[in-house]
T-cell receptor, first 114, second 111 residues
């Protein structure tokens, strides 16, 4: 079983719809992250969380919100989707302490906003 | 502003060739540099480098860090078509040490 899972894997939606992407992990890591990846722009951080009560904005948080429901679950919401949010979205996790820099990625969610 | 820059952005080689991928960085309070391989979907971790001059090796892949000149290289010897992927480097930056990624190098290995 994969250590970091994301649902759905693919989603097509329309402008203005609310969308939630979910991430679960069995690695026991405290830290979780949401990224989006666009061609030519690389991976950009949307939000991150260092524990259940901690939420931090990344470099491109506008138009997104997150919820850390438990240590193992971190969801990303698009309150009113727009076409330029079409991208590949990744969840990642990392440990605390000496190995905190190494992040482990989920399989990604390809989101298309029409 | 902290940044991570990779070059070249894309590369085409033939099977059996040796390839060198570059990553330069400007990071305040530098701690580590990481390399990832991304095939069809999720980036997978390759190496984390923290010390200058100490090579990390895994099979045909190796990587080294130069903290004086602020760069790292990833070498792949005897390339195979399965090495075709995007190779990402990243470094922890900022107050919370979140990873900043380079734009990636697309490597294509032709049979």
């Amino acid at each position: 079983d994969a250590d970091v899972t994301q649902t759905p894997r693919n989603r097509i939606t329309k402008t203005g719809k609310r969308i939630m992407l979910e991430c679960s992990q069995t690695k026991g890591h405290d830290r979780m992250y949401w990224y989006r990846q666009d061609p030519g722009l690389g991976l950009r951080l949307i939000y991150y969380s260092f524990d259940v009560k901690d939420i931090n904005k990344g470099e491109i948080s506008d138009g997104y919100s997150v919820s850390r429901q438990a240590q193992a679950k971190f969801s990303l919401s698009l309150e009113s989707a727009i076409p330029n949010q079409t991208a590949l979205y990744f969840c990642a996790t990392s440990d605390f302490g000496p190995r905190q820099d190494t992040q482990y990625f989920g399989p990604g969610t390809r989101l298309t906003v029409l | 502003e902290d940044k991570v820059v990779q070059s070249p952005l894309s590369l085409v080689v033939h099977e059996g060739d040796t390839v060198t991928l570059n990553c330069s960085y400007e990071v305040t309070n530098f701690r580590s540099l990481l390399w990832y391989k991304q095939e069809k979907k999720a980036p997978t971790f390759l190496f984390m480098l923290t010390s200058s001059g100490i090579e990390k090796k895994s099979g045909r892949l190796s990587s080294i860090l130069d903290k004086k000149e602020l760069f790292s290289i990833l070498n792949i010897t005897a390339t195979q078509t399965g090495d075709s992927a995007v190779y990402l480097c990243a470094a922890p930056t900022g107050a919370n040490s979140k990873l900043t990624f380079g734009k990636g190098i697309t490597l294509s290995v032709r049979p």
